[in-house]
């Protein structure tokens, strides 16, 4: 189902339960499963009441933690700029090397700050962690790509976390299928279509590394 139909499906569902459809239903109709969770217009309105006011945030935030903000913020100019080196890397280097681009929208998702219940700095906060998580992500399927086009081999010792691409990766201290199958490994992105592209970054538990 295409996503004009599926909205238009939502609407009608809403029109037809007599929910008010327009800016707030669609902002917080939430995506699950392929469909969305409408919300009554007046779960919004019990939204607004629970909410904090943003000096009354401040008032009941500890001093420590208030100090310590700028050092954690301070993280966003690095992240910019690695987000930034990353892309020209994909838009010079991966085409040189025959390696898929990584689609940053599917990593980067900036959708909780539309929450109502959110005061202006927990949006904030709701925001930049999106952000960040979702820029390391994105970060990552790029490495992950690198790595099968240049260094295709598992480690001898199991990792605690595997990338999406690890499974595909040949046997550590197997000479003979490195030589043999290098050439096809590098290549062999096939599973990244553009229709299941972020499936496919799921990560998979590989086999065990033969015993040495």
């Avoid at 238009?8 to 499963?33: S, T, Y």
């Avoid at 904030?124 to 998580?133: E, P, T």
């Amino acid at each position: 189902m295409s996503d004009h139909a599926r909205w238009a499906g939502n609407r009608r569902v809403f029109e037809r339960r007599g929910w008010r459809w327009g800016p707030v239903a669609v902002a917080m109709a939430r995506p699950l499963d392929g469909g969305f969770v409408p919300r009554r217009p007046e779960a919004r309105r019990m939204d607004l009441t629970i909410r904090k006011g943003p000096w009354a945030f401040l008032r009941g935030t500890a001093w420590p933690v208030l100090l310590s903000t700028p050092i954690i913020y301070g993280a966003i100019f690095p992240a910019l700029l690695l987000d930034l080196y990353v892309g020209l890397y994909q838009l010079i280097c991966c085409p040189i090397y025959g390696i898929p681009r990584t689609k940053r929208s599917d990593y980067l998702i900036l959708d909780r700050a539309k929450l109502p219940y959110l005061n202006l700095f927990e949006r904030a906060g709701c925001l930049y962690c999106s952000y960040f998580n979702g820029m390391v992500a994105y970060v990552q399927e790029v490495a992950a790509r690198t790595e099968q086009r240049f260094c295709p081999i598992k480690h001898a010792r199991r990792p605690k976390v595997f990338h999406s691409r690890y499974a595909h990766f040949l046997e550590f201290g197997d000479g003979e299928a490195y030589h043999r199958k290098l050439g096809i490994v590098q290549k062999d992105f096939g599973d990244l279509s553009a229709k299941g592209a972020l499936e496919a970054a799921a990560p998979r538990i590989p086999s065990d590394p033969p015993e040495r």
